[in-house]
């Protein structure tokens, strides 16, 4: 079951609640019985690995380097190891 943080509109209490999903969310504070809103909190999306585009998480026009994006390496198409040869 997951847990669900709550906010009164009233003191601002903060308080979690342990809930099934189809439970009807909590309506009253248990400090001041004030009115209670559900918290929501973003869940954060990282673009990693290949397949993405280059703009894809990038901000207006700052460069990769700006960004701390490193380029992978060339594979070389022989299949030698470097060093070989």
């Given amino acids: 079951m997951p847990v669900y943080e709550y906010e009164c509109d009233s003191c601002q209490f903060r308080f979690e609640k342990k809930q099934g999903f189809h439970d009807k969310p909590v309506a009253t504070c248990p400090r001041c019985q004030g009115r209670v809103h559900r918290v929501l ?45």
Avoid: L
Avoid at 43 to 48: D, L
Avoid at 56 to 69: A, H, I, L, P
């Fill in 41 to 85: 909190h973003p869940a954060p999306v990282i673009f990693k690995g290949e397949g993405f585009y280059v703009t894809d998480n990038r901000k207006g026009g700052d460069t990769e380097s700006e960004q701390g994006v490193e380029k992978m390496p060339e594979k070389s198409s022989a299949g030698e190891e470097p060093g070989e040869g």
